[in-house]
Structure formats: C-alpha cells, structure tokens
C-alpha cells in the first residue's frame, strides 16, 4: 500500500506560481512512478504530468507543457508541481497519483486533492 498526501494548493492571480507537494508513505513508495492529475467542476480528471520512479522520465498534458515542471526527491519520497504562468483554465482539484507510468487515470494510488484557484 501507498498513501499519498498532496499539500501547496490555494489561491493565486493570474500569470502567478504556485508549488504542489506531494509526501508518499509505504513500502513500494520510491519504487513506482508518480503523476498529477487535475479535476475541474464537471469534467473528467485529466492528466497533467508525470515522472518515472527514477525521476529521469517526464511527461506533461500539452496544455502545461512548458509553464509546469514535474520533479521528485527520492529520499522523501516527495513529487512536486512547479506551476508557473497560471491560468485561470488552471483553476482545479490536483490530484497526486502513483502506479505504473501512465497518462491514463488507471494509476494504483491517489490522494485526496488539493485545490488551486486562479483568478484573472
């Protein structure tokens, strides 16, 4: 088992930045690839980014390409989004994940969100 704990969510303006955190616990935690995802009222949850467990692979939504980075820290088993350039289309439950690496929803593990509003 993993649990996933996503923190940094809040309110910000327009062209701001903002920092995800994400603390993972359990035995595989460091061994398995981790993502975001992200879940607007009324709409499916989407993909954002995600790193492999080595941290050397990303991949990223194109809609975040470039304004988003995905990184990990190993010995705190810890995923980051670095949001930068935000939008108010950005505004959204984010949602850590962990699995095999994937863009699809079908990851094993996912933490209870964390909220990031954008004003313009």
């Known amino acids: 088992q993993v649990q996933l704990v996503e923190s940094g969510g809040g309110l910000v303006q327009a062209g701001g930045s903002l920092r995800l955190s994400c603390a993972a616990s359990?035995?595989?935690?460091?061994?398995?690839?981790m993502a975001w995802f992200r879940q607007a009222p009324g709409k499916e949850r989407d993909f954002v980014a995600a790193?492999?467990?080595?941290?050397?692979?990303?991949y990223y939504a194109d809609s975040v390409k470039g304004r988003f980075t995905i990184s990990r820290d190993s010995g705190k088993n810890a995923v980051y989004l670095q949001m930068n350039s935000l939008k108010p289309d950005d505004t959204a439950v984010y949602y850590c994940?962990?699995?095999?690496?994937?863009?699809?929803?079908?990851?094993?593990?996912w933490g209870q969100g964390t909220q990031v509003t954008v004003s313009s």
């Open positions: 994940a962990a699995g095999q690496f994937r863009t699809t929803t079908r990851y094993d593990y």
């Open positions: 359990g035995r595989t935690a460091s061994s398995i690839a």
């Open positions: 790193v492999t467990s080595s941290g050397e692979i990303t």
